[in-house]
């Protein structure tokens, strides 16, 4: 079969595209052991990650019935035009073979992620491609625009891997596929092992099968810092760093709550921390209501005097208690004492009004400035001789006497 329209354009005209130079960087025994050691090693590795990693939840039916954006719409088309514009400067310069690169397989899926909905296949997708974003960075550090002498033709280099760092942002920020959690390495763990297994699998049988080097699989590109025959081991160890990060780092600035998976770690954490916080603030609540209860008790409380009236030189014999007399209230009495005594006559003046003529001086013992409300209470002395079950029939109740403090 005449492959021509897909190598024969191919030349060494470019440093290290092809030719002796590039297919004696290394020996072919050399590649092979090392793809079929990585490729086992990768697989075991994704299988590893693939046991730890949290299942993936697909949006309900009433996201997944909702059209596509107008900015999705455009960014779909756009890249699908600037897609088909490489790939006719491929078909005239009988290239194609480099189509099989990274960077033009990720512009396929990307495609099909903006013109697809969510689901399994789409997000496992989307979630691989997020740590490929080496590619269209390392394309600006390092440009290999040489080969590329068509009119138009570098522009749409800087363009394609322009766009193939926009679309996983847009993505992102919308929400349209969700990302693992960012403490979630599993995810970046398969997308990493997944580009190294294409390029060892993949590149690396079509690099030595036609001897073109398909992203420096046979030989170090001359911007490479790690040149020599374990240029390529120096590359699987600094990717595997670079990727995550970047895939990392993108998450961490563009991302949404409604863009991000979160585990089930995190999402339990955040319940505890929700619950906790609940419940001190109950314990607040409850502590400040008790303390108003209790500021409010002792503002409202009176001042309660616990003295009691004791006769001059017979306080052994008579006790002058305070006894409740609702009856004296209703009755004439009450209004007698009103008519002939003054509302404001100190407890001494009205003591001595109830005593016999012989005990008229009382001494009156007070902690205080007290006043006594004649109104509310009846002063009496009791004999302590004279008390029997009779008399104490009459007394309603004896308590020590309240008196409010006048400030």
Known sequence: MDWSWAVGGVTNETPRTMGPECENYMTDRRRWIEAVLFCILFTCIIKWATKRMEPIQIPDAKELEKPHSTTRLMLLIFMTFIFGIEMGFKLANRSVIFVLNPCHIQTLVQIYLLAAKPNKLTITLFRIQ????????????????????LPFEQATYWIQHAMLYVIPVYIIRTGAYQVEDIKDFNWAIIGVETQLIYHFGVLNFFSIRTGINLNHMLCAAESDPFQGDNYRIAAVIHESILCPILNKLTVLIFSTPKSIQYSTATVRNHMQQIKKHEQQQQQYTKLTANTTTTTTLHQNQPAISETKYFADERSRLATTTATTNLIHRKTANATDYQQHHHHHHSPQHQLQQHLPEHEAKVDTV??????????????????ASSTSATTNANITAEYTMPTTKID
């Not at 007070?366 to 009846?378: A, R, S, T, V, W």
């Open 366 to 383: 007070f902690k205080g400035d007290y006043i006594l409300e004649p109104d509310d209470m009846d002063m009496e002395v009791i004999d």
């Open 130 to 149: 997020m740590n490929n974003l080496n590619g269209p960075v390392l394309a600006f550090v390092f440009p290999e625009v040489d080969c590329r002498t």
